[in-house]
């Protein structure tokens, strides 16, 4: 008994006098919160179908999409990375990306011109606050995004599936106002 206690404390003081932590106290790598992780793994048990949607509310004064015709795509899903291209009839410029960046919740706007170049404002979006679920996220607009979108710094978007998932909705909003929602229906995979 005190051999093996012996040769343990040794293989300590070894390890310390060289810098390194045992291996159960040395730091991990950041990783997504288990809410975070749970939502990605929601949003990917959609993987390979598509699904319609609708516009559900736009703000007055804002030009409404109610009359083009909603579609996203799940087409990415590995473990750090959920891509969703959402078209508006024949636009298919735009893709929802969700991503797990050094350990943080990153949603981002990913926006192509028709020949595939990027647009001249893309990759906007945020880090998740922290407050969500394994079925809801809020993404704050980040550094980058503020300084790429001039103006409406509360800008701010929840992506939100009910816990039946049988709904998925992407949320705007302009200082904690909901100036345009999005649903999607999960039960009828297109």
Known sequence: MYKNFFIATLALF???SCGQ???EEQASEPGL????RAFMDNLASLCGQSFRGQETYMADGRESWAHL??????????EDLVHIPFHLSDD???TWMFINENGRLRFRHDHSYPDGTPHAQTLYGGYADGKGTAYEQYFPKDEYSRELLQGFYGREWHVVLDEQMTTFSYRLLYDGEVVFQADFDLTNPI
């Open 92 to 94: 298919t410029s735009r």
């Open 14 to 16: 070894i390890m310390a």
């Open 21 to 23: 932590a045992p291996r």
């Open 33 to 36: 919160s288990a809410e975070e």
């Open 69 to 78: 015709d909603f579609v996203m795509h799940v087409t990415v899903c590995e």
